[in-house]
């Protein structure tokens, strides 16, 4: 005779960055796909969860008080960070992610212990990178379509994802067009990839994400986005600027790989309307940069006025996000954790 198990004796499910972490189980004697999964799961590891943080704040402000909805949709936007990350690290050729390879540096030492070449190598990390990119985006997806929520709130979490994940896409490949030098990128140009690349995903999804999970209304969703937007773009021209004028010490962040790699910011996009241009062109993506070249470079971009402009430009945005806020009535608390988190110079780790 069969026992049929009662719903409290039924054993619960991990929760979805938990079960991603330890693998699906599959090909358990293929070294090559663990060796993947462990890599993959590796690279949700070591942020500080800011993403998750705005999301609970949102819904928690706004009302939300499931909280086992709520963790599963943290665990969502963590993956989908994760994701992003990953396949941020293969467009940009970097081996190395939280100061440790990343799965693309790890591949790649992975192949080379096998004894193949550079090049060939290096392939494999790229491609090892893209999967394991696409594993951890196929668990968000997952993770954002079985949230316990009503299907009509399941319904617009996924219409938002979709949404960010193609505006990020346009974000990305807008940046990497920047680096070709075919053409005359502006001031607007930056913002416009600060804001897609960076301040959708990272600030506007959390945040929209907590107030469908709440119940909002489409006003305050619609608020929260711009809100987003506008913060998110802040904290990405502060990361700019600390890449060039920042301590390197309290930051964690070089403040001449941005110079070297030829990084199109809004910092260099003004740079390019005045006489510090003729100045500095020559030391713009430029590899073998020296220390004391960055900072003639850096005393031209503040003396032609390019670091005063990007940081009134800080300013603006977040004054014109407050303002929003205030006139949307958006809760006190989700401003309030949004300044913080352009004012905290460690927060690129994340």
Not at 45 to 58: D, Y
């Amino acid at each position: 005779m069969t026992t049929l198990m009662s719903p409290a004796d039924a054993p619960t499910a991990p929760a979805p960055l938990e079960a991603f972490r330890r693998g699906p189980g599959l090909l358990p004697h293929d070294d090559e796909a663990q060796a993947l999964w462990t890599a993959a799961a590796d690279a949700t590891r070591g942020g500080r969860g800011v993403r998750p943080h705005l999301m609970r704040v949102a819904c928690a402000a706004l009302g939300g008080a499931d909280e086992r909805a709520c963790a599963q949709l943290a665990d969502a936007v963590e993956l989908l960070h994760a994701a992003f990350v990953v396949h941020d690290d293969v467009i940009d050729h970097d081996d190395v992610r939280r100061g440790r390879p990343n799965v693309s540096g790890t591949f790649t030492a992975r192949a080379v212990d096998a004894g193949a070449s550079g090049s060939a190598a290096r392939g494999y990390g790229r491609a090892a990178g893209i999967l394991a990119g696409d594993l951890a985006l196929v668990a968000a997806t997952r993770a954002f379509a079985t949230v316990p929520a009503p299907a009509h709130v399941v319904d617009a979490l996924l219409a938002l994802l979709d949404r960010t994940v193609a505006l990020s896409a346009a974000g990305e490949l807008h940046d990497v067009r920047l680096t070709l030098g075919v053409d005359d990128p502006t001031v607007a140009d930056a913002l416009a990839v600060a804001e897609l690349k960076t301040a959708v995903y990272s600030f506007s999804l959390p945040l929209c994400a907590g107030a469908l999970l709440a119940g909002a209304g489409h006003d305050t969703v619609t608020a929260l986005d711009r809100v987003g937007r506008l913060v998110g773009t802040a904290f990405q021209l502060q990361d700019d600027l600390l890449g060039v004028f920042g301590d390197e010490a309290t930051t964690g962040k070089s403040t001449m790989s941005d110079l070297r790699e030829g990084k199109m910011t809004a910092i260099v996009a003004h740079a390019r309307t005045t006489r510090a241009w003729a100045l500095v062109e020559d030391a713009f993506g430029d590899p073998a940069l020296t220390p004391g070249r960055a900072r003639e470079v850096r005393d031209q971009l503040e003396r032609y006025g390019s670091r005063a402009y990007v940081t009134g430009l800080v300013a603006d945005h977040l004054a014109a996000a407050q303002a929003l806020a205030r006139d949307a009535h958006l809760p006190e608390a989700v401003l309030h954790s949004l300044h913080a988190l352009v004012d905290d110079t460690v927060w690129r780790a994340a």
